[in-house]
């Protein structure tokens, strides 16, 4: 298992573990260990966006892409965006985004690994907390978060700006 930096040569399979719970239903994301999750859709084209937000990303210090590969295969991915604020003694947050884990692979505990190595890279890192926020539709990822002990603290407000 190896967890690392995401390369360019990763964002189509990036891409593709975003798409899996894109679907309304939010089947994907509910499928339980055991289950047979429903066909992934396919991964949208890379576009000159996703190309920009990758670089972004890459050149920016406080935002990271991360992946799991195993055997090979990327299997997971998320997002770490490092917050400074003058809360937390003057230590910055790390805010989770992104996270998934391939849904051929689920229920295995690789999420859990994911997660326990982002914590570890934020703590590297100095920071104080770790924080995220999940679509309300994907109550299987709601449950997982809290067995790995994260607690719903604060209730999400969003605007679309475009």
């Known amino acids: 298992m190896i967890f690392r930096t995401a390369t360019r040569q990763d964002l189509p399979a990036v ?3 975003l798409a899996q719970d894109e679907d309304p239903a939010g089947a994907a994301a509910d499928a339980g260990a055991g289950a047979v999750p429903p066909p992934a ?4 084209p890379v576009s000159e966006a996703h190309e920009r937000a990758f670089a972004a ?6 935002n990271e892409m991360l992946v799991l590969e195993v055997d090979g295969d990327l ?6 965006t490092y917050i400074p604020g003058l809360g937390q003694g003057g230590r910055e947050r790390a805010l989770v985004e992104a996270v998934r884990i391939r849904a051929d692979r ?3 505990g690789l999420g859990a690994r994911l997660m326990e190595l982002a914590a570890d890279r934020a703590r590297e890192r100095g920071c104080g907390l770790m924080q995220l926020t999940s679509n309300k539709r994907r109550t299987a990822a709601h449950r997982f978060y809290e067995r790995l002990g994260y607690a719903r603290s604060h209730e ?4 679309p700006l475009a």
């Open 41 to 44: 859709p396919p991964a949208p």
């Open 57 to 62: 990303i890459a050149e920016d210090p406080r």
């Open 106 to 108: 689920r229920g295995g």
């Open 15 to 17: 891409l593709a573990l």
């Open 75 to 80: 299997v997971g991915c998320l997002q770490l």
């Open 156 to 159: 999400g407000f969003k605007l």
